[in-house]
């Protein structure tokens, strides 16, 4: 660790990536800034801005009209100097390297902010299972599988489920690798179905994090949950789970949206009508008349914003029209870095993605722990575990933005990225 002044190593030429839009250059711009406030030189920054390791494939898929189509994937392992990486696999038609690279990096954050013995890595396939049917997204998930298996496995890199993937999924990687590598299959996934070795609690996992974050930064700003009202951008798993949690704590969701728009009533929606309408994308807008578009819903009022979809949703365009005291970052990398410097101004109180959707990969450790040991908790045992973690690690990231006098989210790269640090230094990386 460099005991000169940041300000010296910035002088002498520090490799700094420009501003952009990019989400993989945010990422580093944010990476970079955190080691330096933490007093570390740029060797440790050349090793964190990038994974490790990035594999990409071409899998071809029979339709079901007897064409064969290929369809490009992604696995990204960051940094494996803990322990073996761990991340998702999202499904989209958006999917890029760069988002892929980004998202693995914000993995190990997370895994650093909860000390779990892992980095962070993510996968992803260009495609979009709307449009696919069920028998070719079984065989999509097989080839995806047989086309990473030689770098995936319970002490290489275990995968999860993420943007439209889901257990069914997940039990279809199971049984492909299963087939690979048949000591290797029981621990080699998580977000599996609780009959092949799924966690009690996991299919909520994020969403009660979320939701403990919410109510521990509304704690922070002296309030009491059941006198807020809430929108919740994205009614996917984790958008529709949270407003439901809230809805059965006696919380007032307001605001509801997917991809189609948003529902708005100050009063109130019934949530538990909702989600029975929903599909199993979390398209439910299209059964509903005067639906907000995405962009006018994020500025409707509320004491607390969760935004649950896809990433750039709050940026420099709208940050300033947004009417809330309190962000709990649900997706992804939902805001851009101009917009948290117009927040941060305005006085919102924003806990970031990296700290406020970690319960998922917090559950899936839970997981993969209990397939080690062939020791199953109890749904209330998971939650609890998962609760401990979420609130210990909210006010370590609140104490870290209040004692080096930076935002929230560069507090939580800042602890997310110490511990890899150190690890790279004990190995003798550096």
Known sequence: MSTEPVSKRLAAGASMPAPSDNVLTNTQNAVHEALQRLGYDDTVYELLKEPVRVLTVRIPVRMDNGETQVFTGYRAQHNDSIGPTKGGIRFHPNVTLDEVKALSIWMSIKCGIFNLPYGGAKGGIICDPREMSIVEQERLARGYVRAVSQIVGPAKDIPAPDVYTNPQIMAWMYDEYSRIRELDSPNFITGKPLVLGGSQG?????????????????????????????????????????????????????????????????????????????DSFGMVTPAYQNVLSNEDFLLQPCDVLIPAALENQIHSGNADQIKTSIIVEAANGPTTPKADEILMHKGVLLIPDVLANAGGVTVSYFEWVQNNQGWYWTEEEVNQRMEDLMVKSVHNILQTAERYRVSTRLAAYMVGMRP?????????WM
């Open 202 to 278: 996991r299919e909520k996992a994020t969403a009660l994090g979320v939701v403990i974050a919410m109510r521990e930064a509304a704690a922070k700003l002296g309030k009491n949950m059941q006198d807020l009202s809430v929108n919740i951008q994205g009614f996917g798993n984790v958008g529709s789970n949270v407003a439901l949690i809230l809805h059965e704590m006696g919380v007032r969701v307001t605001g509801i949206s997917d991809a189609g728009g948003g529902l708005y009533n100050e009063k109130g929606l019934n949530i538990a009508e909702l989600i029975d309408q929903k």
């Open 420 to 428: 890899y640090a150190e690890a790279m230094r004990w190995r003798g």
